[in-house]
């Protein structure tokens, strides 16, 4: 459970439907191109919030199918129905992904409490490893470094994917907690969060930058903080073009451009316009130039 994990995207068919080749192609992209460490299915990249239980389930299935054990799978498998969360954790388990993630519940302004009873349930009913996706920016909920403590001493819950920017409290929480596992979540800060104690990270750009920040991941295991600084602004440069236009319509656009059938977003994402269309093909010559 460290190293470089890609947060796969989940490419569809026009009408919503799931593209089952294109996410075999996918996977095999990370698996046998990128080299990545593991894959994070359902996540805010997979757009899994915008699909039922049937599809999230196929999603989970199809994925274990093409990878087999190749990498380290983890399933997120979090919703606002704690039912549906539970029958998708015991899926995943069934299916044999080697750890559970569950978003922490949103929308709502839940109480820790009711966080903490969220975690409680999950992982009484399912009894699999779980991560923890804390990701203020998108739910809201800011944890303390007691909550974090809490959840972490739930049985089960082996870590947090750290979708957080605060990053001295990763430091404490890692000395804190130094048998658990933390995620970094934003990737133009893969370098920062390293340093900062995470094991690894959970990244959507991976799925094209997964070469770089695994030579990233290992320049600072070597103590090379020259070229680690040198690979982050390098990956930067590409990272800050994906956010200007739309990361997840952008990672699309550009492995379809390389030969991987992505596939379409799913409503009510919006698709690129010609224009940046234009603005996303520059990434395929900076990437195809490096
Ligand atoms: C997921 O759940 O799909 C990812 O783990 C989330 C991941 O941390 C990404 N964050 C979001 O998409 C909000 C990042 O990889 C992000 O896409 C990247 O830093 C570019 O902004």
């Known amino acids: 459970m460290k190293g470089i994990m890609t947060a796969l995207i989940t490419p569809f068919n026009e009408d919503g439907t799931l593209n089952e080749k294109g996410l075999r192609e996918v996977v095999r992209q ?15 990249t997979g757009e899994s919030f ?13 994925v274990k199918d093409e990878a087999g054990d190749a990498v380290t799978l983890i399933g ?28 922490t519940p949103y929308y709502y302004k839940f109480s820790f409490e009711e966080i903490k009873s969220y975690y409680q349930r999950i992982t009484e009913e399912t ?11 998108l739910t809201g909920t800011q944890m303390t470094i007691d909550d974090y403590g809490e959840l972490l001493a739930i ?7 750290y979708s957080d920017t605060n990053l001295s409290r990763l430091t404490k929480l890692k000395e804190l907690y130094p048998d658990k596992v933390f995620f970094g979540g934003a990737d133009d800060m893969l370098l920062q969060f390293i340093i900062s104690g995470a094991d690894g990270a959970i990244g959507s750009t991976y799925s094209l930058l997964g070469k770089q920040a695994k030579a990233l991941f290992d320049a600072i295991q070597n103590s090379d ?21 739309g990361v997840y319509q952008t990672l699309k656009h550009v492995l379809k ?10 409503f009510p994402f919006k698709e690129l316009t010609d224009d940046e269309k234009r603005q996303a093909t520059e990434i395929v010559d900076i990437l195809a130039s490096g």
């Open 225 to 245: 903080l020259k070229k680690a600084q040198s690979l982050q602004l390098e990956m930067n440069q590409v990272i800050a073009k994906m956010e200007n236009i």
């Open 50 to 62: 915008l699909m039922d239980e049937t599809m999230r389930k196929e999603l989970l299935k199809i």
């Open 76 to 103: 997120q498998i979090g919703s606002l129905n704690i039912e549906e969360a539970i029958r998708l954790g015991n899926e995943a388990k069934e299916l044999g992904y080697d750890a559970l993630s569950a978003i």
């Open 30 to 44: 990370n698996i046998d191109v990128m080299k990545v460490d593991g894959l994070y299915i359902g996540g805010s």
């Open 155 to 161: 049985p089960n819950v082996i870590g947090v994917k």
């Open 127 to 137: 009894n699999h490893p779980m991560i923890v996706y804390s990701i203020p920016v």
């Open 257 to 266: 451009e390389q030969g991987v059938d992505a596939g379409f977003m799913k």
